[in-house]
C-alpha cells in the first residue's frame, strides 16, 4: 500500500498538528492518524494496571495489546470512551516518558502502518515522516514558539474544563521539547524533506491553506 499518499506533519507539542491534520484530513476526505493518541493510550493503559514504568518489556506489553478504537472525534479503550481521559497532563508526561523507550516504540509500528488506507491518510505526530511513513508524498514540520505554543494549550485546556496553570505548562512544555528533541530513538525533527511551518503568528486555518496548497503542488 506504499502507493496511498500520506501527509505527515510533525512537530512539538500544541504547535497545532492536530487541529491542522484533522481539517486538512477532513478537507481531502482523508484517514487521520493521531500518534500521539496511541501513546497517550498506551501511557493511561499502564497507569490504571499500575504497570512498573522502569519495565520497558513490560510497557511494550501493554501498547502490543492495546484494545483502542478511533469513531469520529472518540477514542476508546475497550468499550470506554477515554477521550477526555487521555488529554489530561499527568497523561501526556507519561506518554511523553514512555515513548522514549524502543520496545514500546516497536509495539506500537504496526498499527500505525494499518492506517495507510485509501484514498489517503494525513498522520500527525513527531516521527511520521522521518520513521513511520518515510515515503509520504508530503511532510510538514509544524512549529510555533514556546510562548505561542503554552497560550495555546492554555487555552484549550481551560476551553475543555480543565484547570491550568501558565508558569506549570511551561515547565512542562519545556521539559517534553527536551525528551522529545533529545532522545535517541526517533527523536523529534524535520525529515530532510520537509517543509517547515512557523505557525507562531498565524491561525490554524491558515496552516491548513498552506498545506493544501504544499500538497496540491505535489500532485
Ligand atoms: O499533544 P502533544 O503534542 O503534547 O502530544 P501528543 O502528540 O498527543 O503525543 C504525546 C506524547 O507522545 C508526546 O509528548 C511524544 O513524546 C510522544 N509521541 C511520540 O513520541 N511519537 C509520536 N509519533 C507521537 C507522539
Ligand atoms: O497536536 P498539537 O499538540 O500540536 O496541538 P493542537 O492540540 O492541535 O493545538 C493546540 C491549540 O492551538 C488548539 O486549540 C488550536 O486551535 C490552537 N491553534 C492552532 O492549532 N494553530 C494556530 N495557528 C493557532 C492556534
Known sequence: NSNIPVIAIDGPTASGKGTVAAKVAER????????????????????????????EHALAKVAE??????????????????????????????????????????????????????????ADGRDMGTVIFPTAKLKVFLTASVAARAERRYKQLIGKGFSANMDDL????????????????????????????DSSNITAEEAVEQVLRWYAEKQ
Open 65 to 122: 495489546h492495546l484494545n483502542c478504537s478511533f469513531v469520529g472525534h472518540d477514542v476508546f479503550l475497550g468499550q470506554e470512551n477515554v477521550t477526555q481521559a487521555i488529554r489530561v497532563e499527568e497523561v501526556g508526561n507519561t506518554a511523553s516518558k514512555i515513548a522514549a523507550l524502543p520496545a514500546v516504540r516497536q509495539a506500537l509500528f504496526g498499527l500505525q502502518l494499518r492506517f495507510r488506507t485509501a484514498p489517503g491518510l494525513v
Open 28 to 55: 481531502l476526505s482523508f484517514h487521520l492518524l493521531d500518534s500521539g493518541a496511541l501513546y497517550r493510550l498506551t501511557a493511561l493503559s499502564a497507569l490504571r494496571r499500575a504497570t512498573d514504568m522502569s519495565d
Open 170 to 197: 511551561l515547565a512542562d512544555l519545556q521539559a517534553r521539547d527536551e525528551r522529545d528533541t533529545k532522545r535517541a530513538v526517533a527523536p523529534l525533527a524535520p525529515a530532510a524533506d520537509a517543509y517547515i511551518l
